[in-house]
């Protein structure tokens, strides 16, 4: 059964604080995997995808990796504004997208 | 155009009601999907339409019923629900079912 698993569950930063969230999955093979950023109320907004163990994306202030058993969603020098949940999800070759708990993540000015 | 768009955006309603959710896209996506969402959850997924046919039914309670009556629209037909349904009730599409999903902004539902 694939498996998506996030950490920490909550971060709060202070503006400017570099740091990083952490996607752990297991995945009967991977076809993808995805980072979401959600505000309260709202659809998640697709950030990144990434498909092969090595591959990097980069958006602004965001940078995302990936390994064979997790990715990471690096966040530099980060704003209030980035303030949201990130979510990360999987897809194998189940097809259906197996989604994590999410990091709410707080940026205060 | 990278844009789904839902209707109502919020919906109240008692448990003899029927109602129905509607989403739609204008991207060619082939692949749309209905997902529930509580509050500090993921995303749940419901149902997936693929190329306008259900493909994938997550064991939904029958009280939710879909239907895709074009490759750009896609309701949920929601009816005798229970308290516990609130949520909001996202709809997504995707290219086709092997890539990343667009999300509308949700349907904040409560059922009274």
């Known amino acids: 059964e694939d498996q998506v698993t996030q950490s920490p569950e909550a971060l709060r930063l202070q503006e400017g604080e570099s740091s990083s969230l952490n996607c752990s999955y297991t995945?009967?093979?991977?076809?993808?995997l995805f980072w979401y950023r959600q505000d309260p109320g709202k659809g998640p907004e697709f950030l990144f995808t990434?498909?092969?163990a090595g591959e990097e994306k980069e958006k602004e202030r965001l940078k995302a990796t990936l390994t064979k058993k997790e990715s990471f969603l690096h966040i530099t020098a980060p704003k209030p504004e980035d303030s949201a949940t990130y979510l990360c999800a999987v897809q194998g070759y189940g097809q259906n997208f197996v989604f994590g708990p999410g990091t709410r993540l707080s940026v205060l000015p | 155009d990278t844009e789904v768009t839902q209707t109502p955006k919020h919906l109240v309603m008692g448990m003899t009601n029927k109602k129905s959710l509607k989403c739609e896209q204008h991207?060619?996506?082939?692949?749309m999907y209905w997902y529930k969402q509580k509050a500090k959850k993921p995303p749940e997924l419901m149902f997936v339409y693929s190329y306008e046919k259900l493909s994938i039914n997550e064991s939904v309670p029958s009280r939710f019923s879909p239907e895709c009556p074009n490759s750009s629209l896609l309701n949920l037909h929601l009816h005798a629900l229970q308290p516990e349904d609130s949520a909001l009730y996202l709809c997504?599409?995707?290219?086709?079912?092997?890539?990343?999903?667009?999300f509308g902004p949700g349907t904040r539902l409560t059922v009274l």
């Open positions: 997504a599409s995707s290219q086709d079912p092997y890539n990343e999903q667009f």
């Open positions: 991207m060619g996506h082939r692949a």
């Open positions: 990434l498909y092969s």
């Open positions: 995945v009967s093979g991977l076809r993808g």
